[in-house]
């Protein structure tokens, strides 16, 4: 079935640090990939998304390639701040067209600490 | 202009109360979801509803039933409330669109069943 692996957390940097969370899937079909967001004690937010091979998803300074050769979707960001430190969730979604059984199948998360 | 709304935030009952909780969207979408979060932040699929027809149930307990009264509301009742039932349910919608659907999620209720 559908999966997704995210690397094990707590991942802790220094402010200005370059940051990458590694994210590979297994998926049958052509699966959209996403990144979401959760800051504490507030609800998932979308960080970015590419629905194609190739594509690359940007959003506040993060940015991930959807490599199809590689089933990877790696998040980075050339310098973190604290303001970044969250949980973030890899995700897929492969949906059935001509209907709508588009479930996300969600990575484990991984926590971001980033230190002043 | 809150796109994704659940009420309440925070619910804390007992075992073997049966409680509901509520979600609206204001975004047009013909898509809403239910999502568990356990206590390690893993996130699961529970419900999906299209147009208010079922489309999803992810081998859920019977005593969790989704209701869709209409597109912009999918609500959550859960009977005889157990321990294991405590964790963060997140509603969620997207619009059917071929080439993918983006998810957009409320902020949480946090049921806590002691």
């Known amino acids: 079935g559908n999966s997704v692996t995210q690397m094990e957390g707590p991942v802790t940097l220094s402010e200005e640090a370059f940051l990458t969370i590694n994210c590979t899937y297994t998926?049958?079909?052509?699966?959209?990939l996403f990144w979401y967001v959760q800051y504490p004690g507030e609800g998932l937010q979308l960080l970015l998304k590419a629905t194609k091979a190739d594509d690359k998803g940007s959003n506040k300074g993060f940015e991930a390639t959807y490599r199809k050769e590689t089933t990877s979707f790696h998040l980075e960001k050339g310098s973190v701040q604290v303001s970044d430190s969250a949980v973030y969730f890899c995700?897929?979604?492969?949906?059935?067209?001509?209907?709508?059984?588009?479930?996300?199948?969600f990575g484990t998360g991984t926590l971001l600490a980033v230190q002043p | 202009d809150t796109a994704v709304s659940q009420t309440p935030k925070y619910l804390v009952t007992q075992m073997g109360n049966d409680k509901s909780i509520k979600c609206e969207q204001n975004l047009g979408h013909d898509t809403m979801y239910w999502y568990k979060q356990d206590s390690k932040k893993f996130l699961k699929i529970m419900f999906s509803y299209n147009n208010k027809e079922l489309i999803i149930n992810e081998t859920v307990p019977n005593r969790f039933s989704p209701k869709s009264p209409d597109k912009a509301h999918l609500n959550l009742h859960i009977n005889s409330l157990e321990l294991g039932d405590s964790a963060v349910y997140f509603c969620?919608?997207?619009?059917?669109?071929?080439?993918?659907?983006?998810?957009?999620f409320g902020p949480g209720t946090r049921l806590t069943v002691l």
């Open positions: 969620a919608s997207s619009q059917t669109v071929a080439g993918g659907h983006t998810q957009y």
């Open positions: 998926a049958t079909g052509y699966p959209s």
């Open positions: 995700a897929l979604s492969d949906p059935n067209y001509g209907g709508a059984t588009n479930k996300l199948i």
